[in-house]
C-alpha cells in the first residue's frame, strides 16, 4: 500500500473510534435523562397522592367544622324558641273559646 492510503485508512479509523466514542457519550446521556423523567415522574405521582390525602382531610375537617356550626346554630334556635314559649300568654275567656271553636268548625 502507498502512504497515501495508510494516511487514509488511519484517517477513517480515527473517524470510527471518535464516532464510537460519541455514540458512548450520547446513549450515557440519553440514560441520564431517562432517569431523570423517571424520578420527576415519580416525585409528581407522590406530590398528587400527599395532595389527593391532604385535600380528603381538609373537606373531612369542613364538613365537622359545618356539623359543629350546624348544631349551635340549632341549639341557639331552639333555646330562643322555648324563651319566647315562656313570654306567650293565652286568655283563656269565653269569647275567645268560641271563636277558636267557630275557626276549627269552619274548617271542617
Not at 46 to 66: L, Y
Not at 73 to 96: H, T
Request: hydrophobic share 30%.
Amino acid at each position: 500500500m502507498s502512504n497515501s492510503q495508510e494516511d487514509y485508512l488511519s484517517i477513517l479509523k480515527r473517524i470510527k473510534e471518535k464516532e464510537d466514542q460519541v455514540q458512548v457519550e450520547i446513549e450515557k446521556h440519553r440514560q441520564s435523562i431517562e432517569k431523570d423523567i423517571k424520578n420527576l415522574q415519580e416525585e409528581l405521582e407522590n406530590v398528587i397522592s400527599e395532595t389527593k390525602i391532604e385535600g380528603k382531610k381538609m373537606v373531612e375537617e369542613g364538613v365537622k367544622q359545618a356539623k359543629v356550626e350546624a348544631s349551635k346554630e340549632a341549639k341557639q334556635i331552639i333555646a330562643d324558641a322555648e324563651e319566647k314559649s315562656k313570654s306567650i300568654s293565652f286568655n283563656s275567656n269565653k269569647q275567645n273559646m268560641k271563636n277558636i271553636i267557630e275557626i276549627l268548625l269552619s274548617k271542617m
